[in-house]
């Protein structure tokens, strides 16, 4: 069946650091994949997206690239800040399949 | 910004007591769910509706029950709460994209129960 990978967490760093969490799936067909992030105390928010390969999803400069040779999606930002702090998930839906899959979770802490 | 939401935020309630988590939705998305969560966790999707009328168990099989009779209203009640309920649940909607495909989930700020 249909499934995702993350990195085990916590994954700690300093600020200005460079951050890669890495997020691998296994679906039938070809999915939409998406990064979430979960802020201390709060419901999750959607941080970016990529529906085919090849697309780069981009926010708050966090990026993923939909790569589907290797079957990845890491998420990736240049210079971390202590507001990053939160508990990050990598999640597919394939199409005709209206539940999204969800990966563990990875807890990230950024440290002054 | 998601007009989901979710009451109460914080529960402590005791053994053998009913409870209904309220959610409500103002963004008139069809598709509701329940998840329910240990902090910081992976998810578990516990119940979702496509619809009014319409309500389906999830993954992870669990003695809560829902109703959808409206579209914005989605409550999810356990009728003898046990401390093995004790967690954080957390509700979500999301609309259908074209040719209903699938369309991001809009999350609320989550219900932490403790129960006793």
């Known amino acids: 069946g249909d499934s995702v990978t993350q990195m085990e967490g916590p994954v700690t760093l300093s600020e200005e650091a460079f951050l890669t969490i890495n997020c691998t799936y296994t679906?039938?067909?070809?999915?939409?994949l998406f990064w979430y992030v979960q802020y201390p105390g709060e419901g999750l928010q959607l941080l970016l997206k990529?529906?085919?390969a090849d697309d780069k999803g981009s926010n708050k400069g966090f990026e993923a690239t939909y790569r589907k040779e290797t079957t990845s999606f890491h998420l990736e930002k240049g210079s971390v800040q202590v507001s990053d702090s939160a508990v990050y998930f990598c999640a597919l839906v394939t199409h005709g399949n209206y539940q999204l899959i969800w990966g563990a979770g990875t807890k990230l802490i950024i440290k002054p | 910004e998601a007009d989901i939401y979710q009451t109460p935020r914080y529960l402590v309630i005791g053994t053998g007591k009913k409870i209904t988590l309220e959610c409500s939705q103002t963004?008139?998305?069809?598709?509701m769910y329940w998840y329910q969560q240990d902090p910081g966790m992976e998810l578990h999707l516990i119940h979702y509706?496509?619809?009014?009328?319409?309500?389906e168990k999830g993954d992870l099989s669990s003695e809560s029950t829902v109703s959808r009779i409206r579209t914005e209203h989605f409550p999810l009640t356990l009728e003898s709460a046990r401390p093995s309920h004790t967690s954080q649940y957390l509700c979500?909607?999301?609309?259908?994209?074209?040719?209903?495909?699938?369309?991001?989930?809009?999350f609320g700020p989550g219900t932490r129960l403790t129960v006793l």
């Open positions: 963004m008139g998305h069809d598709k």
């Open positions: 679906a039938t067909g070809y999915p939409s």
């Open positions: 509706s496509y619809g009014v009328n319409s309500t």
């Open positions: 990529a529906t085919k």
């Open positions: 979500a909607s999301s609309p259908w994209g074209r040719d209903r495909a699938y369309n991001e989930q809009f």
